[in-house]
């Protein structure tokens, strides 16, 4: 079965540490996405890649960074310059140009205690 | 600035009734609209979508209309069921990058 995803599904952290969120997909789509949700702020994009070897910037892109070694993956590392790490995050993908939208993973709940 | 605002954080209705979901948006560009279905702890799902050339799409129990000299769109669900109850986001693509923008959803509760 094609699908996205993400793991862990639950990620503990220390305060001041980096930590690495993984996303792979096998649908063969070109385009991935980064996303986090905090309660009452609906989804704001992280970094976007459309693809392999070049991403973009999204919304709140500070203390965050990623990478597009592979068509299937796009990690997304949080630095220890995030200032507040604590969040539900979702990663995406699509077809460049697909009406349809994204599939999104089940995503990460990160905790930085 | 917000470019995709959906003003009501929740919703409440009975089974059998109607719910209608609001989405107001400012951005010109957009080019698709859509709707995403999401339960705690899980990736949101798409439910819907209405090309900015439509005023209507409708799926089963779903339908979508889209008002564009108002810039809003609106998510009629007929009935509503328990299994409804969720976070619902209204989501615009962009023409020139493909971008989706989100709104900050509306939790929607059937009550049986």
């Known amino acids: 079965d094609g699908g996205i995803t993400q793991s862990p599904k639950y990620l503990f952290r220390k305060e001041g540490q980096n930590v690495t969120l993984s996303c792979e997909q096998n649908?063969?789509?070109?385009?991935m996405y980064w996303y986090r949700q905090d309660p009452g702020q609906g989804l704001r994009l992280i970094y976007y890649?459309?693809?392999?070897?070049?991403?973009q910037k999204g919304d709140i892109a500070e203390g965050y960074s990623v990478s597009r070694e592979k068509k299937e993956s796009f990690p997304l590392t949080v630095t220890s310059a995030q200032k507040n790490p604590t969040a539900f995050y979702l990663c995406a993908s699509s077809i460049k140009g697909q009406i349809y939208g994204y599939t999104f993973g089940s995503g990460t709940r990160l905790t930085v205690v | 600035d917000q470019q995709v605002k959906q003003n009501s954080p929740s919703l409440s209705v009975q089974e059998g009734r109607i719910s209608i979901l609001n989405c107001d948006y400012t951005?010109?560009?957009?080019?698709?609209f859509l709707w995403y279905k999401k339960y705690p702890a899980e990736g949101p799902t798409f439910l819907i979508s209405?090309?900015?050339?439509?005023d209507k799409n409708e799926d089963g129990r779903f339908t979508v209309f889209l008002n564009k000299s108002a810039k809003h769109l609106s998510l009629h669900i007929v009935p509503s069921q328990p299994g409804d109850s969720a976070v619902y986001f209204c989501a615009a693509r962009e023409r020139s990058n493909y971008k989706l923008t989100f709104g900050k959803g509306t939790l929607l509760t059937v009550n049986p």
């Open positions: 209405i090309s900015s050339i439509k």
């Open positions: 951005n010109s560009m957009f080019d698709y």
């Open positions: 890649s459309q693809i392999v070897n070049d991403f």
């Open positions: 649908l063969n789509h070109d385009a």
